[in-house]
């Protein structure tokens, strides 16, 4: 295996799971709830209007943009671009019901990220 070979794969590799780890951030917003409107502990997604969009890259092996500010209670819906690799899901959609700020990073720490439920 080449050495171009092997830094492609570490590069989706890397990419794949950040992406991972996103979604698992965001799954965290989805059931952790506000302790209103739940059912069996799972927070009742109310959509408030229009999704928020955000498209999200790699530049330089880190998320570009790296803060996201989102309102709460309102849909939210990350597009990957092409610069993400390695992930077969290029749309994220949620509902953030707990304001706060989110840290996300890829499992290598490379790729780094906040995302800020107002």
Partial sequence: MSTEEYTEIKKSTIYAVGI????SVVG???????????????????????PQ?????MKNYNYYPNTINVKAGRPVRIR???TVYGWPQDILEFTPTQPGMYAFACSMGMGRGVLVVE
């Fill in 20 to 23: 991972i780890l996103l979604i």
């Fill in 28 to 50: 965290y917003f989805m059931l952790k709830g506000s302790g209103k409107n739940t059912i069996g502990g799972l927070a009742e997604a109310v959509p408030n209007g229009d």
């Fill in 53 to 57: 969009e955000v498209t999200i890259g």
């Fill in 80 to 82: 990957l671009d092409g």
